[in-house]
T-cell receptor, first 108, second 113 residues
């Protein structure tokens, strides 16, 4: 079977740094993706890691350790608009298996 | 550039009725995915197509659900007969190829009374 675990909720203040962790168990693995979803909206792609290490895209970075079946999304210089749900997803033979999502609340 | 277009945006219907959800993927994208999102089960893949061919329909809950992709620019997800437990947000997504970032439509919010 396949499973992903991520925290259900995270709270942080504006300007801070927050890390959202994701651990996975899967029979096949091509990479780890991260998606953002604002309330009532569509998921939007943030980042993808196929190899171990850190990928940086502006204020967002994502890390993968294949040997530990672990990844994280790092959000820096938090803004109020970053309040949303964040999903990790395992890429496996052409399809995505999503975690349950982490709701991030950014406070002033 | 037009993104993934889904219709209708909202649908409210009575149980037992047939429901048809529609999706137009981004032009040039060869892979199309149908998802269902609920509070209880999260975001679940129902079925995906590559080059208009269904590749994996293991997520389709039961025979009441069917999906087609008659051409590269159109797909439908049909529920017949619908039941209250089918109430959810249904998303369509497309990507240039499988294993590439997926672009989601705005979803169809389906309520079965």
């Amino acid at each position: 079977g396949q499973s992903l675990e991520q925290p259900s909720e995270v709270t942080a203040v504006e300007g801070a740094i927050v890390q959202i962790n994701c651990t996975y168990q899967t029979s096949g693995f091509y990479g780890l993706s991260w998606y953002q979803q604002h309330d009532g909206g569509a998921p939007t792609f943030l980042s993808y890691n196929a190899l171990d290490g850190l990928e940086e895209t502006g204020r967002f970075s994502s890390f993968l350790s294949r040997s530990d079946s672990y990844g994280y999304l790092l959000l820096q210089e938090l803004q109020m608009k970053d309040s949303a749900s964040y999903f990790c997803a395992v890429c496996n033979t052409g399809k995505l298996i999503f975690g349950q999502g982490t709701t991030l609340q950014v406070k002033p | 550039d037009a993104g993934v277009i889904q219709s209708p945006r909202h649908e409210v219907t009575e149980m037992g009725q047939e429901v048809t959800l529609r999706c137009k993927p981004i032009s040039g994208h060869n892979s199309l995915f149908w998802y269902r999102q609920t509070m209880m089960r999260g975001l679940e893949l129902l079925i995906y197509f590559n080059n208009n061919v269904p590749i994996d329909d293991s997520g389709m809950p039961e025979d009441r659900f069917s999906a087609k992709m008659p051409n590269a620019s159109f797909s439908t997800l049909k529920i017949q007969p619908s039941e209250p437990r089918d109430s959810a947000v249904y998303f369509c997504a497309s990507s240039p190829q499988t294993d590439q970032p997926q672009h989601f439509g705005d979803g169809t919010r389906l309520s079965i009374l």
